[in-house]
């Protein structure tokens, strides 16, 4: 299911009629029409839930002074039995089988999160272990990997079952939790699930990773320990979504953006586990189904295996934590819950056909790796370096600081803004590549590299907190501008100088480098770029140039190009004479498309793409 240009769609689950309640208010009829409803609807894929407390209703028995006893169910002690053994309800086993059971049925495939204590803004937890650290106390380890372990194994067959998900966000499951306990508690989760069935893939379920080693809980952390990595990218959770309307250039690109950064920051497949627009005051009907489709095409286009919405059904009738406390979870499904499918059901439903025409997609064609410096905001930095190049023409490959830097023509370290940005050893590796041909094209504010004058052919002469923006003109008569922190100034030593500010002060140079050669910006706008309300859409500066330039003088050389910075292409070679390409329209307007294709090449470009919408072309070239 995670294959390499493959893409499925679905959803994430909850009973229509009982939410997170749906395992104690049983009801399997409602459940079989829900999971025939999706069906009916399109859906491919379901992630769905084990609540904890219902599975593992294990309780402390306490003696005289509050001496502990034993775990019982409630007043029963636990019988010497598989199920008894492992903490485990076989009444919700039975109600397990059944809805599997369905799932096959209807022909849906299931990722089933298992340890599931954190659900949309309320902790479950079994009364046993209520007040008690649930990454690290040991008790609660033990008993978690029994529950795993039994569960597991019992339902290791089933064909409907396509993969084992930790369970959802359990980073949040305790408070400040470190990078050696966070390593513990993922490798203890996915040890368990492996050790009963090494057959499935074992899924994250996380989200918020950080790329920097030691932090808390960390992209190589997740990728060491599981097999599919996964983001949650919503508009106002994640740094720097928030800033612009949902569906446009920023946010409809947060997924792909996202995943294809934990997909290559750890070498594993990564998917948008959980996507949505977080209901109807975020955005209307329209504008929701515009989201998801612009957002669906991009990870498409990206290689992202599939995306999963959140969630099946409304549950605004629910009178109960988290639903009675938390407004946005109420509204959130792709039907509502009388049945009725929204626009973000039809939608998702008309790209599964779309999907399943292509059959496998080619690989997308990266002209560049991006290496992420250590220090600053590593996520924002890393996103807006994407959508630079996106805007450019050109796709990247992320590389962290920590990774080994695969080969390429065309490197990319952008906002380097602290004293450590990698080790030493690391840039000399860098520079061993440039050496033997590549491009390396560095963006810096207030950052420190060294040696820096004899590899960029310039040397600073002073920096001071920037009294205001920077305008740098092109040829072309337009310009581009940013705030930058610091206005840093360089002498011009042996390097070229390809572009100058309107105070005349050289911004961008030029240096051979061995076989290769060197790129030097004088400031980071993809740092200032990060937060700037509508940064990346019509009418704002074209800072996207900045990386045109660097690309144009690195070679990059592409079969399409659009006049048009909304527009973005992906390249998928099938072979030498015969490419697919992805053209997107990232904007809500519909617009007109004028692609130049090079040389020998054909295919038939529409004229326009709607807005938020996108393409598939077959192009061809003469033998």
């Known amino acids: 299911m995670f294959e390499s240009g493959k893409f499925f769609v679905g959803c994430n689950y909850w009973a229509s009629h009982a939410g997170i309640y749906m395992w104690r208010d049983w009801n399997p009829e409602r459940v079989e029409k829900d999971l025939a409803e999706l069906e009916k609807n399109g859906v491919q894929v379901i992630r769905m839930f084990l609540t904890w407390p219902d599975f593992q209703p294990l309780q402390q028995m306490y003696g005289g002074a509050c001496s502990l006893q034993e775990l019982r169910h409630g007043d029963k002690t636990l019988p010497d039995t598989e199920f008894g053994r492992a903490g485990i309800d076989p009444v919700m086993m039975d109600r397990f089988r059944f809805y599997a059971d369905c799932a096959q049925k209807h022909h849906l495939k299931l990722i089933v999160g298992l340890i599931t204590g954190w659900m949309s803004g309320r902790m479950l937890i079994p009364p046993a272990f209520e007040g008690r650290n649930l990454h690290t106390d040991p008790v609660v380890v033990r008993w978690q990997v029994r529950f795993v372990r039994c569960f597991v194994r019992h339902f290791k067959d089933h064909p409907a079952i396509a993969a084992w998900n930790l369970g959802n966000e359990c980073n949040c499951m305790a408070e400040g939790t470190s990078n050696a306990a966070a390593w513990n508690w993922v490798n203890a989760i996915a040890s368990a699930i492996r050790l009963e069935d090494p057959s499935r893939p074992v899924v994250s379920g996380m989200h918020g990773l950080q790329c920097q080693r030691d932090a808390g809980w960390t992209i190589a952390d997740q990728a060491e320990l599981t097999d599919i990595l996964t983001t949650h990218p919503y508009p106002i959770f994640t740094p720097h979504s ?57 990870s498409y286009a990206h290689d992202c295996r599939g995306l999963l919405w959140w969630c099946a059904f409304d549950q605004d009738h629910l009178k109960f934590p988290p639903y009675d406390w938390v407004a946005m979870e109420r509204e959130l499904g792709l039907l509502d819950h009388d049945d009725q499918p929204k626009l973000t059901m039809k939608t998702l439903a008309a790209f599964r056909k779309i999907t399943e025409e292509v059959g496998v997609l080619p690989h997308f064609r990266r002209d560049a790796v991006t290496i992420l410096p250590n220090g ?47 080790t030493a050893e690391k ?197």
């Open 242 to 298: 928030g800033v612009d309307r949902v569906n446009t250039f920023r946010n409809v690109f947060h997924a792909a953006a996202e995943s294809r950064l934990y997909a290559d920051g750890g070498d594993r497949p990564c998917f948008p586990e959980e996507a949505g627009n977080l209901g109807p005051m975020m955005s209307g009907p329209e504008t929701a189904a515009a989201y998801l489709r612009n957002m669906l095409w991009n």
């Open 376 to 422: 600053g905001d590593i996520w924002g930095t890393a996103w807006a370096s994407f959508l630079l190049a996106k805007q450019a023409g050109f796709d990247i490959r992320f590389c962290r600081a920590e990774q080994t830097v695969p080969d390429a023509k065309f490197y990319i370290i952008p906002g380097i803004c602290d004293f450590s940005p990698f």
């Open 427 to 623: 840039y000399q590796e860098i520079l061993a590549k440039v050496e033997k041909g590549a491009t390396l094209f560095v963006t810096l504010d207030g950052g420190v590299v060294q040696p820096f004058a004899q590899i960029f052919g310039v040397e600073a002469d002073y920096r001071e907190i920037a009294p205001g923006d920077v305008t740098i003109p092109f040829p072309d008569g337009t310009s581009v501008t940013w705030k930058p922190q610091y206005r840093s100034v360089f002498r011009n030593v042996s390097a070229d100088v390809i572009l100058s500010d309107t105070e005349g002060l050289p911004r961008m140079f030029r240096k051979d480098y061995g076989a290769g050669q060197v790129i030097f910006l004088a400031g980071a706008p993809e740092i200032a770029m990060a937060d700037q309300v509508r940064a990346f859409n019509d009418g704002a500066s074209p800072i996207w140039k900045l990386y045109a330039k660097a690309a144009e003088i690195a070679g990059v050389r592409r079969i399409v190009k659009t006049n048009d910075a909304q527009v973005t292409v992906t390249e998928h070679p099938v072979s030498d004479h015969e490419m697919l390409i992805i053209l997107v329209n990232n904007r809500p307007e519909m617009c007109k498309t004028a692609c130049t294709l090079a040389d020998g090449w054909t295919g038939d470009i529409p004229s326009t793409i709607n807005g938020n919408d996108g393409c598939i072309v077959r192009l061809t070239r003469n033998k």
